[in-house]
């Protein structure tokens, strides 16, 4: 294959963003560039002092970054996201602009969430770039399942149009199960240019450089590393969508198991009502700490013993959290709970790398409990989990699976 320009867009990115797909599109970006091809991120700067419609280049460990000034949107209410993530286009093309003057780009690759790229997806496709859409929520949908929007709400009706946008700017698209492949081909009638693209896991080698570092981790964390035999790690977002208040009765039911602890790390607007519960239950067992950068998370991740996820049982479509992949990429045995039918229960449980039910979670309390006082099944699950993200959750097969679908346009 010729080598290829290759534009990501998204509204997050290294080095200074602590969500996990931002991390997961650098990964994405550096096995493009291993394979010969030049990578573009297009990203907003919330936190740059600088006006609007300025912009900046960067180079962050070969992927060139430009990026450019955005007003902050996350945890600043529904309305304000909505109006800035609306900006994301019109921002993003005065920033790139002159770049598409001279540079032709080959593949367009747009992550979603936001959904708000389609604008600038389609003008780019129009100049002959091939539009490839990560879609990683069915969104607006989950908000309706959560009681957020009214189906039929101006709201909802002006975030649909430009889910649909999104979809319509599309040469192919990527969803992330089979549940959501399903019902993103029942909602658009797209079938030929439509398959799974799992979420993938960080690179060994991004991995094995972190271990023989801990100077950076906090010294709570190391006070906790060293008093305890197990660690239970949550990191991400702290919100409705995520029902961290499972992992929370989980951590209550286990206060008195002396050997393990609770680390939850992330932000979201549910951050101070677990916390609440935490000083109510008096629940010594849990640490509940603010977002870490990327470096620091990663350090954590390699320090704990088990991931821990749960999703609003609500949701009629499925998820597959960036921060999973994390675990699994990092050897952490998974244990979760989720919606029902979610895929992540078949593949995680037949592959024997943790447990993902859909229930109230007794069945995550016993095994929960086993891993506490059972090294060797740790020692079994963590293998298991780590040979599960190599040969399913590669970024590797996940890059090649993209331009596969550029090769045969």
């Keep these: 294959m010729k080598s290829l320009n290759i534009l990501i867009l998204s509204d997050d990115y290294l080095p200074d963003s602590t969500r996990a797909h931002a991390k997961m599109l650098h990964e994405l970006g550096l096995s493009f560039i291993e394979m010969g091809h030049s990578v573009t991120v297009l990203t907003p700067d919330v936190n740059s002092d600088n006006k609007l419609f300025y912009s900046s280049i960067d180079n962050v460990e070969g992927v060139r970054v430009i990026y450019f000034k955005m007003l902050p949107f996350r945890g600043r209410g529904n309305l304000r996201r909505v109006f800035s993530e609306f900006m994301l286009p019109v921002l993003g093309f005065f920033s790139i602009r002159k770049e598409l003057s001279v540079t032709k780009f080959d593949v367009c690759i747009n992550y979603s969430p936001t959904i708000f790229w389609g604008g600038l997806a389609t003008l780019l496709r129009k100049r002959g770039v091939f539009v490839y859409l990560i879609l990683r929520d069915m969104f607006p949908q989950w908000i309706i ?4 929007l009214k189906r039929d709400s101006l709201a909802a009706r002006f975030l649909e149009y430009f889910e649909n946008l ?3 700017s599309s ?33 060994p080698k991004l991995n094995s450089l972190i271990k023989s570092s801990n100077d950076k981790l906090p010294k709570w964390f190391l006070d906790i590393r060293s008093n305890t035999e197990v660690i239970f790690f949550y990191g991400g977002t702290i919100g409705p969508a995520q029902d ?8 209550r039911r286990m206060v008195d198991i002396n050997s393990c602890h609770f680390v939850i790390v992330g932000q979201g607007e549910h951050f101070e009502l677990i916390n609440r519960f935490r000083v109510k239950e008096g629940l010594t067992n849990v640490t509940i700490s603010k977002s870490v950068n990327q470096k620091v998370y990663d350090l954590m991740l390699n320090q704990s013993d088990v991931g821990l996820f749960s999703l609003a049982k609500s949701h009629s479509s499925d998820n597959f959290p960036g921060k999973v992949m994390g675990y699994l ?4 045995p998974v244990l979760g709970i989720v919606n029902k039918g979610n895929e992540l229960i078949s593949i995680i449980n037949n592959h024997d790398a943790g447990m993902v039910v859909d229930d109230d979670g007794e069945a995550i309390f016993s095994i929960a409990s086993d891993i506490v006082h059972d090294p060797a099944l740790r020692t079994r699950l963590a293998v298991n989990a780590l040979n599960l993200a190599k040969n399913m959750f ?3 097969k996940a890059a090649i699976s993209i331009l596969d679908t550029f090769l045969i346009q």
């Design 145 to 148: 399942d959560q009681g957020i």
């Design 244 to 251: 961290i208040m499972a992992i929370m009765c989980l951590a």
């Design 329 to 332: 990429g990092s050897g952490l």
């Design 394 to 396: 590669d970024v590797n």
């Design 166 to 168: 999104n979809y319509k």
């Design 171 to 203: 040469d192919f698209i990527g969803a992330q199960s089979k549940k959501n492949l399903q019902q993103l081909q029942e909602r658009t009638g797209m079938r030929d240019n439509t398959h799974v693209l799992y979420n993938w896991s960080p690179l």
